[in-house]
């Protein structure tokens, strides 16, 4: 048996990871400036985060949702303290296509509507409510077209209004900053519209962080600079470091039921254990400050250089959409400089490290960057 084919691969295998840097299996160093898909949030091999997880599978690896499991009560009482949603609840389930799959659930469960209104170009997973989302028709199966989500394009209140005021929508699903379309940006205008136009209809606002949240744009949800407050928040990626876990925050208004939602694995321990020793290296090394101050050297060298056409984003999450003629930088950074960065179509670099990042790293790439130029 072989693996079934997914992705085109480079013929790169990284066998150790510490910090932001890499090494392959022959020994030749990399640093890692996409963190396998914004994941890697507090660098790889944390010592810290590798003795927790260690110390839990010394105890105990797994048990079912059947009893009392204190660290994800611990996990929820933290992740409401940091992120400034102490009165939400949370959801536990194992990647960002599961939670928002679980958030678009809920809010049909709670306004007994259908419909899901989504952006244009968004990217919300890979299960069967959440690629219906996904503006993608490529990653979609027949299976997938039931008719009941529709697209309006990001930052159009005029269409986003139309659709809304038809009351026939569940819920209204956005992303904190569009990551796989190549780092878009909702407007905090547009997001203050969005949750009252929400309000007066009885349709739930969905802000899907899966990418966007945990620190990485320099605050914890990429949507707080608004001053919204969604009804339904969901996280995964950076929230274990590697480790699969996804959540769904759920605001006290929004009932609950036994059975209404459930996983095996969510919630298990060694996620949760992941998950709280991330939550303390981000407070104990003030990585969402550093996130804001390293993504400020990386403005400064980038936004202005000969080879961007735009420099898109916030902080750690960075989209440069390159001039005409340097579609084949992204391999040379790699081959030639051994900077790991990751894309969106064949003139977008994305730029997402580890919240650890030094400003010296920063400064590192920007030289190698020029150099290739």
């Not at 009560?73 to 536990?92: N, P, T």
């Not at 219906?132 to 990653?139: M, S, Y």
């Not at 009932?255 to 290296?281: K, P, Q, W």
Request: proline share 4%.
């Amino acid at each position: 048996m072989e693996p079934f084919k997914t992705y085109k691969l480079w013929d790169i295998e990284p066998v150790r990871g510490l910090d932001t840097k890499l090494w392959d299996s022959l020994g030749v160093e990399y640093t890692d400036l996409y963190g396998g898909h914004a994941v890697i949030s507090v660098g790889h091999c944390h010592p810290y985060y590798v003795e927790k997880i260690s110390e839990q599978l010394h105890r105990l690896g797994f048990y079912s949702n059947a009893v009392q499991n204190s660290l994800q009560k611990d996990l929820a009482r933290r992740l409401g303290e940091v992120s400034g949603y102490a009165d939400y609840s949370l959801f536990l389930c194992n990647s960002g296509a599961e939670a928002n799959e679980n958030a678009m659930k809920l809010a049909s469960f709670q306004t007994s509507r259908e419909k899901i209104l989504a952006f244009r170009k968004a990217f919300h997973g890979r299960t069967s409510g959440a690629v219906e989302a996904t503006d993608n028709p490529k990653i979609q199966a027949p299976f997938n077209h039931s008719g009941k989500v529709t697209f309006v394009p990001l930052n159009d209140l005029g269409s986003a209004e139309k659709e809304i005021r038809t009351k026939t929508y569940a819920g209204v699903i956005v992303e904190g900053i569009q990551g796989v379309a190549g780092i878009h940006s909702p407007t905090d205008a547009f997001l203050k519209e969005l949750e009252k136009l929400c309000r007066e209809t009885g349709t739930l606002l969905i802000l899907d962080e899966v990418q966007s949240g945990y620190g990485r744009t320099g605050h914890f949800f990429a949507h707080q600079p608004s001053g919204i407050r969604p009804d339904i928040i969901t996280t995964a990626k950076g929230m274990g470091n590697g480790f699969p876990i996804g959540g769904v925050l759920i605001a006290p208004d929004i009932r609950s039921e036994y059975g209404m939602l459930g996983t095996t694995f969510g919630g298990n321990h060694l996620a949760c254990t992941a998950a709280l020793a991330v939550l303390d290296i981000i407070e104990n090394e003030h990585l969402i400050e550093n996130a804001a101050r390293v993504g400020d050297v990386f403005k400064a060298g980038l936004s202005s250089n000969k080879a961007v056409l735009e420099y898109r984003g916030r902080g750690l999450m960075i989209g440069l959409e390159l001039q005409e003629g340097y579609s084949g930088l992204r391999d040379r950074l790699l081959f030639e400089k051994h900077y790991f960065t990751g894309a969106a179509g064949p003139s977008v670099i994305r730029l997402l490290p580890s919240l650890t990042i030094s400003p010296e790293t920063a400064k590192e790439f920007i030289k190698s960057w020029n150099e290739l130029i």
